[in-house]
């Protein structure tokens, strides 16, 4: 395409709403050529709980997570996405047997 339009530098981001809501991208973006996006830096949403633990085992956890200079909800993730990774894993070796 030939015709493509050059994107107008915007002031803000409701600027720039305002001009794609009105606007047809495609006047402004050759379709035929391949766009590669990289979500390799994406952070996964994340969902707030509660969970109730024993005080005992939270001061360890605290202890372990100050050991290797973590915050200790970040060593409880580790802990967790291990484990259901774990348990995955053998659910999997087991339906395949």
């Known amino acids: 395409m030939n015709n493509i ?3 107008p530098t915007f002031k803000n981001e409701d600027e720039e709403a305002e001009f794609w809501a009105t606007h047809d991208f495609t006047q402004y973006h050759d379709v035929s ?5 990289d979500f390799t830096h994406l952070k996964p949403s994340t969902q707030s709980i ?3 633990l024993p005080k005992p085992m939270v001061r360890l956890i605290k202890m372990l ?4 200079d973590i915050p200790y909800q970040s060593l409880l993730k580790i802990f967790l996405d291990e484990k259901l990774k774990e ?11």
Request: glycine share 0%.
């Open 5 to 7: 339009k050059q994107v």
């Open 50 to 52: 509660t969970i109730r």
């Open 33 to 37: 050529k391949r766009v590669l996006a």
């Open 65 to 68: 997570a100050n050991e290797q």
């Open 87 to 97: 348990k995955l894993i053998v659910k999997h070796k087991a339906a395949n047997i």
